[in-house]
């Protein structure tokens, strides 16, 4: 078959267009904005250099956000991969109960986050509660979930996880049955106990599924904003906020659509490195067979 | 004759689609406030009575569409948007009048107002304030009478009187910072008895840089809010709501409620099983001193194809009396309009009206207006971020330097775009 230049232009002209449009111009705009002072709603702005970003490596609201988005991320991302794998394994076999337990975790990925924020919301209640009326009818003393900014932000992770393990699962499952049953089989005729099947051959031919999860997982947790937004709103006093969190607030009710644009361009930086980084890692480690 | 017949019926008919295809119909958007106590059917049926009276203009309502996005946030994007509305009620005009994106009304234009100046910005006034509320403490007389409490005069009054219900087993206050918002209600009444009842006019000698956040008054306001926030709120102050204050209080479970008189349309439910009082955070000497938010109203967008339509539009929602009083029914308002407009009030909201009668009114701090108003952004960082520090604890001037620095940061902004 001739290959035709002109045809393939014309297949991957709108897929461009779209990304065009939607993904390179508003990240060129953000770039342009976040070295200007414009408020948001002027007609008229002005060129003030690095400013914004010599103000936002000195701002300490920022370092907090950025410390909060790290923490969630960490814990989302061992719960969606360390959990992830281990119930992917465990639930690997065709029968009723691994097939109901598979839906089962899979069934809040479908849920809107800010459904599931607020239906957590309701759950962690301090006063009145799911929890604490459960734990009031056998005498134990309400929880209050939100005591520390820490033990919020820990609360709010799990909630994330809840929400998404569920599509990590179903990589992990989907890898899991790339991997040719043989191998097992002659692992288990050499005399290769479970423990060492599952480092030695499950976990590196798994590689491919980790590394695609991981950087879902960690770009995921670095843009958090649909759950802490609804369940805290970033408080009590910015304790909570996400990067994300921060840069809305300063646009939309602070007027610095300007800082707001730097934020997003550092956190932008900020995913762009740790994805090479972790890419590089996890692709050594891929195994070929 | 036929032909000829048909074709100046045809070029009647296209004359006719195309002089009401071309006739520009009068249309104007209102960007409302939805309330759960002002619905969109209310303000729908607003629009409904003006386009009655006045058939060849179309009032079109919009509203924020999620509860998420609060109101001034919305109409920011509409202005971003180029979709500024032509009315919009306003609750913070001071972050849209550096940008020339509202219209400033005519002398004369508000005369039906008892008092047309208040919240003028730089000599003009941008907003027709459509209504009136104070702030103070709701509390359970029958609890206090109980308990051999009389309603405090002083602040250590107050003090004594938390001590006394919390020796009682009773949790004293209702408060919540989980929302962001209501805790900064009792931040407010602290500072306009200690700071705004000396100087009503300090918020604009603050955006002059003449007087700084950090000053010896501020900082005991802000330290008696904290002593309120971390001895008597409760140990779940951090995972409070607005909704479970409003259950605390109505079910008896704390025995005051510091919050705006809004909280009179839920008294008026009459859901709780005692009787609820009324008084304002007093201060070291007495209880004088009221604050009042007057910082919402209605206002013009200044690119506007028919600015007369609309002040005629506001012109009506405050003279029809009908109309404006079941406005001020909703949430059992105080009236800003010259001619008294009479509406169903509970008793509690009467007593109110008579206590505040002799007292000093002064705005609520962080809803100051017109040139007093805080600096873009500042009503937002006193709100969700320095109140609720310092409701957990954070050090109280150490909390007004860093408010001190995001005025610095607000105002160079202003002083950039200039």
């Known amino acids: ?289 | 004759m036929k032909k000829f017949l048909s074709l100046i019926l045809c070029v009647l008919l296209i004359c006719g689609i195309a002089t009401a295809a071309f006739a520009e119909e009068t249309k104007i958007v209102f960007c409302v406030n939805i309330q759960p106590q002002l619905p969109l059917e209310f303000w729908q049926s607003i629009a409904d009575r003006y386009m009655a009276a006045n058939p060849d203009v179309k009032v079109e309502i919009i509203g924020n569409p999620s509860s998420n996005v609060t109101l001034p946030q919305y109409e920011k994007d509409l202005l971003a948007t180029d979709q500024f509305p032509d009315i919009m009620v306003m609750q913070n005009p001071a972050d849209f009048v550096p940008s020339g994106a509202l219209l400033a009304f005519d002398d004369g234009d508000l005369d039906y107002l008892a008092d047309p100046e208040v919240g003028k910005i730089g000599g003009k006034q941008y907003v027709a304030n459509y209504k009136k509320q104070i702030i103070g403490v709701f509390y359970n007389k029958d609890m206090f009478a109980a308990n051999g409490i009389e309603v405090p005069t002083t602040y250590q009054a107050l003090i004594d009187a938390c001590d006394k219900l919390l020796e009682a087993g009773i949790q004293p206050v209702s408060l919540g910072l989980k929302d962001g918002w209501p805790q900064g209600q009792l931040a407010n009444m602290f500072a306009g008895t200690d700071l705004l009842a000396k100087d009503t006019h300090w918020g604009a000698k603050r955006n002059a840089d003449e007087v700084k956040f950090n000053n010896p008054d501020l900082v005991k306001a802000m330290q008696k809010y904290q002593t309120i926030c971390t001895k008597y709120c409760g140990d779940n102050i951090t995972g409070i709501t607005y909704t479970q204050m409003l259950e605390q209080f109505f079910n008896g479970n704390a025995a005051m409620l510091p919050i705006g008189s809004w909280v009179n349309a839920e008294v008026e439910k009459g859901l709780q099983d005692f009787e609820v009082g009324w008084f304002p955070i007093p201060g070291d000497e007495d209880a004088n001193v009221v604050s009042v938010f007057v910082n919402e109203g209605l206002s013009i967008g200044a690119n506007t194809k028919y600015p007369e339509v609309c002040k005629d539009f506001i012109h009506f929602f405050f003279t029809d009396k009908e109309l404006y009083g079941e406005f001020l029914h909703s949430e059992q308002l105080f009236s800003t309009t010259k001619d008294t407009v009479e509406y169903e009030m509970i008793p509690l909201r009467k007593d109110m009206e008579e206590q505040i009668a002799s007292m000093t009114e002064v705005e609520g701090f962080e809803s100051m207006t017109g040139d007093d108003a805080f600096l873009p952004g500042l009503k937002d960082y006193f709100t969700n971020k320095m109140t609720q520090n310092i409701a957990i604890g954070a050090d109280v001037e150490a909390e007004l330097d860093a408010f001190d620095a995001e005025w610095e940061i607000s105002n160079e902004a202003i002083e950039d775009a200039a």
């Open chain 1, 1 to 289: 078959m001739k290959h035709n230049k002109l045809h393939d232009f014309l297949l991957v002209f709108p897929g461009y267009l779209i990304y065009t449009v939607f993904m390179i111009v508003p990240l060129g705009m953000t770039m342009f904005y976040s070295f200007t002072n414009w408020d948001g709603i002027s007609k008229k702005f002005k060129m003030i250099g690095f400013k914004n970003f010599v103000r936002l490596f000195s701002d300490a609201q920022f370092y907090n956000a950025l410390k909060v988005t790290l923490i969630i991320t960490v814990i989302t991302v061992l719960i969606y991969n360390v959990l992830g794998v281990f119930l992917a394994v465990a639930l690997n076999r065709k029968n009723r109960v691994c097939a109901f337990t598979k839906s089962a975790v899979f069934v809040p990925t479908v849920l809107s986050s800010v459904v599931v924020a607020f239906i957590w919301s309701y759950i962690m209640q301090t006063d009145g509660g799911v929890i604490n009326t459960l734990l009031a009818l056998v005498g134990i003393a309400p929880v209050n979930f939100y005591k520390t900014p820490l033990d919020t932000i820990v609360m709010i992770s799990v909630i994330i996880s809840w929400n998404g393990l569920g599509l990590f699962l179903v990589i992990y499952v989907a890898t899991l049955n790339t991997i040719p049953p043989e191998l097992m089989e002659a692992a288990e005729v050499d005399g290769a106990n479970g423990f060492q099947r599952f480092f030695r051959i499950t976990l590196p031919l798994m590689m491919p599924g980790i590394t695609i999860n991981s950087i879902l997982s960690i770009a995921g947790g670095l843009k958090q904003y649909d759950h802490v937004k609804v369940i805290t709103g970033g408080g009590p006093g910015g304790a909570t906020q996400t990067i994300t969190l921060m840069s809305v607030e300063k646009a939309f009710e602070y007027n610095r659509r300007g800082y707001s644009s730097a934020i997003i361009l550092v956190l932008f930086v900020l995913i762009v490195i740790v994805s090479v980084v972790q890419l590089s890692i996890t692709k050594r480690r891929e195994v070929k067979y």
